[in-house]
């Protein structure tokens, strides 16, 4: 165990914990894009620490439209490439919004509290998504869980952090 860590003083362990939840939303973010890179190359690869909607939305895509052939699901009429472009547009405006809750979290933790709800979305749709899916999800929930757990100490660590700050002002004050 790091002793730094134990000895520090607990609004720096509290200003960590929620840089790390930020940091985590990033990663989040990257990886995120990258599935969808990888997805529209058809590669088979996927990586956990991902946001499922943007990643299910350009799938569905792919599929409705008829670039990607998936066992089990025939698409008798292919919709035009522009739905799959809309579909791929929508993808990126949700990780904008990760990445405005990131960049702006910085000065205001709410945006950290749009992020844990917007998760909070992302891992409901992926519950929902199990049962239509032909892999196993447990890997998946799990890192979502994670991501679920690191956020919401992020929010906890920020608005602990202001309470500590106020209760020291006033103590300074009285």
């Known amino acids: 165990m790091d002793l ?10 509290l200003r960590r914990r ?3 939840a930020r ?27 991902s946001a499922s ?10 599929v409705i439209t008829g670039n990607l052939q998936v066992e089990g699901v025939n698409v008798a009429e292919p919709l035009p490439n522009g739905i799959l ?3 791929i547009a929508l993808a990126i405006i949700i990780l ?4 405005l809750c990131f960049y702006f979290g910085k ?3 709410v945006w950290m509290i749009v ?12 519950v929902i998504c199990i049962p239509y899916s032909s892999g196993s999800y447990i890997l998946e929930l799990v890192m979502h869980a994670y991501i679920l757990c690191y956020l919401a100490l992020g929010v906890y660590g920020s608005f602990a952090d202001k309470k500590l700050s106020e209760k020291q002002d006033n103590e300074r004050n009285s």
């Open 107 to 109: 000065k205001k933790p």
């Open 4 to 13: 730094d860590y134990v000895n520090a003083d607990p609004r720096d362990r």
């Open 53 to 62: 909607i943007p990643y299910y939305l350009v799938f569905y895509g792919m």
């Open 85 to 87: 472009v809309a579909l």
């Open 115 to 126: 992020a844990l709800a917007a998760f909070i979305l992302d891992t409901a749709v992926t």
């Open 18 to 20: 929620y840089l790390t």
């Open 96 to 99: 904008g919004v990760y990445f």
């Open 23 to 49: 940091l985590n939303l990033l990663i989040l973010i990257a990886i995120s894009i990258v599935n969808i890179i990888l997805l529209l190359c058809k590669s088979d690869f996927y990586l956990l620490f």
